[in-house]
């Protein structure tokens, strides 16, 4: 057993090392270790190249995040807070099945559920998140949070070793389409401000609202933080995840 974790660890070691892609943590504070027991650290293999995403446990087999966190063969690391130890709380799932969303294109539908090989054991250090109601609506102004183990500066070199937190206001329509034009859609929601929000290395993970995960960090500008982040919009595919999880 821990020969197998020494391994794992050395994957995650390799994809912190190598440079991660997607969007992290700008701004934020380190979070009290294991106060976000949903959240999930994926070390994503394509081919030769490795890069890491975060995701979040909503069944004790499937994990939500980005679609554009696919790859050949994904691990999950549960129950994780200093993502380079060794901790007794990790646990440790191969992913069976990667299944994004079947009009997934570039910004567009991204999201995807991973079915995980063996179900993750519940207990104070890992648990689910509970998702939105149908096309429920978060009102522009709302404080929400979002958290990784990505990057803690603009250009995205310095990946945090800990679990990083920070505050993210929703803004509104108007001001995110005025900011991204016709990427922005209805299926998606903006959020933080200059030197506050998401950068390298953290998409995938939550955008959570008063308990609730509304989003999932998509994308955002480069250097980071020069926009608002966008979040897929989780309450538009409510339909698309209860039919998905109930056929697999």
Known sequence: MKGCFCLLGILVLSVRLAGVSGDGIIGG?????HSRPYMVYLAVSRGRS??????FLIR????LTAAHCNGKEIRAVLGAHAILEEEN?????HVKKNLPHPRYSQTNHDIMLLKLARNATLNENVKVVPLPRKLEVVLPGTECSVAGWGAMNVTGTDPA???MEVAVTVRSW???RRRWEEKFTEYMICGGMANNGACKGDSGGPLVCKGVAHGIVSFGSDPCSERPDVYTKISMYMDWIQETLANN
Do not use: I, N, T
Request: positive net charge; proline residues 4%.
């Open 29 to 33: 504070k380190e979070a009290v270790p």
């Open 174 to 176: 108007k001001q995110c």
């Open 161 to 163: 070793k800990k679990l």
């Open 50 to 55: 490795l890069c890491g995403c975060a995701g």
């Open 60 to 63: 004790e087999d499937f994990v």
């Open 89 to 93: 709380s990790q646990q440790f799932r």
